[in-house]
């Protein structure tokens, strides 16, 4: 099940409100008292409605939350201890356990396959993907360290671990909800109306970037990348990376703008994940603006606790890389795809950082997306002859002819590149600048009139045009669930 599914919209979404409504008139009437609010039917139906959610495609891996959530809460218990011994003992515990069930799932066929080709007669498991098992699992480790670092308490209840982990919204795409961020907002959260319509109208901005726009990039993605690369033109190369470079943004984006939309309805905050991530003008900008979540992980837990910035730093930022590399897939390409910005990244410290104060800021955000455009055609191709096929062809300086599949993919979508473009650019800071003007600071009853007219026209326009696209789609799955 996925976001972007009539099923999820019009049966799973009501369902679980009509259901999160009545446990709310419960915990008011029976489960409350005047000095202490209750969250507990609220969370049980959380609960609940996140595992029917992740059991859905797969029944069979809720098993393995469920003992991946009671390894950690046990290892949370051992290191909230007051023995030094026991904490590190059971921090260590847990991280082997968590990158054990990691490493087993995702990357034992990958790395049996290497073993083979290069001689040795290893026999190649068959392990499916648990859908989003990256996003829990660290999640998971995000919980131990700051319990170990006494940032947070450990869990005394294995439901309350239960509902921070297999939380649906963010379950299995993200963004990677550190535990700090909702551990007070687990049993102490209120819900305004502002949140609730703050939320749906959240969910809705996601669900436009990802049905109106993300499956109709992708569609012309693979038109050149997938279907038609066997006579993929120099033209032709460039229209489908683009394409995938602007997909991927509004999948990925509009994913997390679902689930923070879910959770402000919910009462929980997360984090934002992106910000204006192609208004970059070097590629250490644009890492900052993209997938945040998992950046500052990498940074708090990786890259800081190695040297970070005092000690052996060329070589840390190559940890972290390749292993952002790894996290997205066991696959060649995605270490390459690590290993190539990371190296971008540690060259930019010594050189356009240093200098980009005098140099234009267009040529910079040229440079810097045509390192990002290269990057999205390496994470494109999990096939190796395939990636360079298409790397051969999109350079050839001779490959140059008119390609009309290639114009008519332009001319033929221009209304959908412009609105890609322009939605890449921060519209939303524009507009509320402009109606500033228009309203000034002493009209604020006009302004907020404004405001919900406006939501609620962009809301029910991106409702019906999605709905409407939605109806017979064939290929509608998020790209990150698979990681």
Known sequence: MVFSDLFFLFVFIPAFALCYLLAAGADRRWLSTESQPSLEARNMVLIVFSLVFYAWGEPVYVMLMLVSVL??????????????LRRRWGLVAGLVCNLAILGTFKYAGFLARQL???GLDVPVPQIALPI????????SISYLVDVYRREAHAQRRFVDLLLYISMFPQLVAGPIVRYNTVAHELHHRRVSTQDVADGIYRFLIGLGKKVILANQFGEIADQFLLHGLPALTTPGAWVGVCAYTLQIFFDFSGYSDMAIGMGRCMGFHFNENFDHPYCCRTITEFWRRWHMSLGSFFRDYVYIPLGGNRRHQALNILVVWWLTGMWHGASWNFIIWGVYFGLIVMVEKYTVLRIQRWVPAPLLHVYSMFLVVVGWGIFYFDDFDRMTHFFQTAFAWDGWQADFVAQSALTDHFWLWLLGLVLCLPVYDTANRLLTLVTGDHHPTLRSSLVLVGRTVVSLLLLVVSVALLVGATN?????TRF
């Open 71 to 84: 390894l950690n809460y046990l290892a949370g218990r051992l290191i909230d201890s007051s023995s030094d």
């Open 476 to 480: 509608n799955a998020f790209i990150y």
């Open 132 to 139: 989003g098992i990256s996003f829990f699992i660290f999640q």
């Open 116 to 118: 083979c080709n290069i």
